[in-house]
């Protein structure tokens, strides 16, 4: 159920485990502790539950929806009676005193109360600064329960047209944070990944992420090209030109030293995911893969990558080193060829970079800091993993807490 902002600790059972992050991880470990008889507090610092897997149009290695069956595990968790979902809250610190843990949690209420939005319009048709949102733009569907319009901060010049214009008075730009702290029985930590944002160090200057319009992440290419967001044919970002050569570059801000120095494990699948797309819908697209070396354990992964080669991508077997705007037009990027040794360069009119995929740790959360008691973590918090993984991590770390709380009679100490 959804829970009010203003939660007080009396209001939970002694018995309550906190699941931080409402991504596939966490909503899989708080149905299956639901499942188990434990009642769970389920935080999400977004509007919305589903993580990143909401930002994705297909997932591989099937193809099939993203957002349809991540929506019925929200819509679960939503109608499970004993899971109490806080949106909107961010979890700032754990601590615990030897027999329980404390959470520090700072619930940020939206200015549009969704409980009261009558989806009317109003508010949008007042506002100067077009920051009134129908939905998330990043996203294609709307994952927010109830729907409701919201404030896009960055626009809004806090006026008040639109809280003049509400019929429902459910607007109040002015709403102050709820700083709260719970008691809570155990933790699962499943908090995820971010893709490092304008400014983060997270991918080395040379690839040029978010300096050219036509050099994308690879979430913001997923909502670019997305099959479900089609556009008739590929277009670039800067000026809407058809696009004819597309590269996407492996390791991009992975794998080095200077960043992060793991490989991210999904970035190899979901570029050749996101390359067969663009090749199914225009064959005629000149689409490559740059890469170190093409990850793709297991018959399915293994055959998904083979038939993305039948249908055209090429592979290059190299690491470019500069991926820069051409002078001659569209994205230059410069790579050792595999064959000669030499220095070479191509242009793309769009080129997709890979890997900077950060794992969100909370300070004082990991199990290395000693705590008297660990907390469980799952999902990509705890080990880079797709969705499936995700899953089945959020029913490990439910029955890891399970056999801590409920020793059979008899059991081991
Ligand atoms: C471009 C791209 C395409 C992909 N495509 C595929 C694919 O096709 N198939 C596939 O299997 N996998 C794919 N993946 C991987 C997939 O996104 C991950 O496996 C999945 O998101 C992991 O789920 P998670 O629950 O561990 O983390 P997340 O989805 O990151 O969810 C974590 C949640 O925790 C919340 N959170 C974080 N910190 C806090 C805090 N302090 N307090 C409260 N809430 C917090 C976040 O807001 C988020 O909602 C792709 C990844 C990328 C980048």
Redesign the pocket.
Known sequence: MLSSPHLSPEQLSPRTVLV???????MQAALSLAALGTPVLL????AHL????MR?D???PTDHCAFCPTWSMAKACYDAPNVRVLLH????GLSTDGERAFAAIEVRPPAIDPSACLFCGKCESVCGKKALLRRDPRMTWDPALPPSVRVDETRCDGCGACVRACPAQAIDLRREPISLTLPVADVVY????E?PAPGDPGYAEEFGAHTHPDVFT??EF?AWHGESRAQDVLRTRSDGRPVRRVAFVQCAGARDARHLSYCAA?CC??AM?QARWLKRRQPELEVTLFYTDLRAPGAQQETYMRAGQREGVRLVRSRPGLIKESPLGGVGVRYEDPATGKGVGERFDAVVVNGG?AQ?R?PGASDETGSPRPFARC???DEP??????AIQGVAAAAKLALKHHRPEGGAA
Do not use: I, P, S, W
Not at 190 to 193: C, E, H, N, P
Not at 385 to 390: F, Q, R, S, T, Y
């Open positions: 931080v992050g409402g991504g596939v991880a966490g935080a999400e610092r977004n589903g993580g990143q897997v994705l297909k997932v591989y809250a961010d979890v700032t499943a908090t995820g990944f893709e690879a979430m997923e999904v699948m979901h995911k995929l969100c909370l999902g990509f918090c993993v797709d969705v499936a993984g995700a």
